[in-house]
């Protein structure tokens, strides 16, 4: 295992960030008066960031916002949120027993996200999962971002890691995407967030529980 490189996802795949983000966006919309937003709509869209969340939350029951009114929204959510970053969010059941074996067992282990580096690290500090991750990626790390694979060989070169010997598990279309422009191999978790099923975006391998990433990994790495 030792010269294994795992490269994680953050929201979605390590961490249910759905509660924590969700009240951010009900916040903003509170602050609108308008009413609020239901998980279901809401889940889908973490994956393609705080804009995109806002612009979900208020395009049927607002009219078109300027650029500037977005922009406004957009800070507000950002400070409430990383005020209240950890109140609801967890790790996902059986994501750090995994971590805890394979850090033991000498893999490298690294997250690559679209959260911005110093919001992701504050979210891990809380959770207590920064000591497994000698290595954090986020958007604004390197010169790009996911679905760029710069962003996940860049992180992989950090980790001190090799292209062959890595694998980067992620849950969403974005994530799938930047592992097969980076000719690396993915496995797609099923319980994060996505707005359509995994399996048309061929990942190499699925898995509905933590339980089982070891199994895939070792498949693929065979």
């Known amino acids: 295992m030792h010269d294994l490189t795992l490269v994680f996802d953050l929201d979605g795949t390590l961490v249910d960030t759905a509660p924590d983000l969700l009240a951010a966006a ?13 998980d279901q709509t809401l889940r889908p869209c973490i994956g393609f960031g705080a804009r995109y969340m806002i612009a979900k939350a208020t395009e049927a029951a607002a009219p078109k916002l300027t650029q500037e009114e977005q922009d406004r929204l957009l800070e507000r959510f950002m400070d409430y949120y ?10 996902f059941e ?22 911005l580096e110093g919001l992701s ?12 991750f000698p290595v954090i990626a ?3 790390t390197l010169s790009n971002c996911k679905p760029h694979p710069d962003h996940l060989l860049g992180t992989i070169e950090l980790a001190g890691g090799e ?3 890595a694998i980067m598990i992620g849950d969403s279309k974005v994530d799938i995407a930047t592992a ?3 000719g690396v191999p993915v496995i797609a978790v099923t319980f994060g967030y996505t707005d359509a099923p995994l399996q ?12 089982e990433l070891e199994p895939a990994v070792s498949a693929l790495m065979r």
């Open 26 to 38: 009900n916040h903003v919309l509170d602050h609108v008066g308008l009413p609020p937003i239901d």
């Open 82 to 91: 990383g005020a209240n970053i950890a109140v609801g969010s967890r790790p």
């Open 94 to 115: 059986g994501a750090v027993a995994a971590l805890e074996r394979y850090q033991k067992a000498g893999t490298k282990l690294a997250v690559c996200t679209n959260k």
């Open 121 to 132: 690290r504050t979210l891990l500090d809380a959770l207590d999962l920064t000591r497994y």
């Open 138 to 140: 986020g958007r604004d």
């Open 163 to 165: 292209k062959a010997r």
């Open 180 to 182: 097969k422009a980076a």
């Open 200 to 211: 048309a975006f061929a990942p190499d391998a699925l898995i509905d529980h933590y339980r």
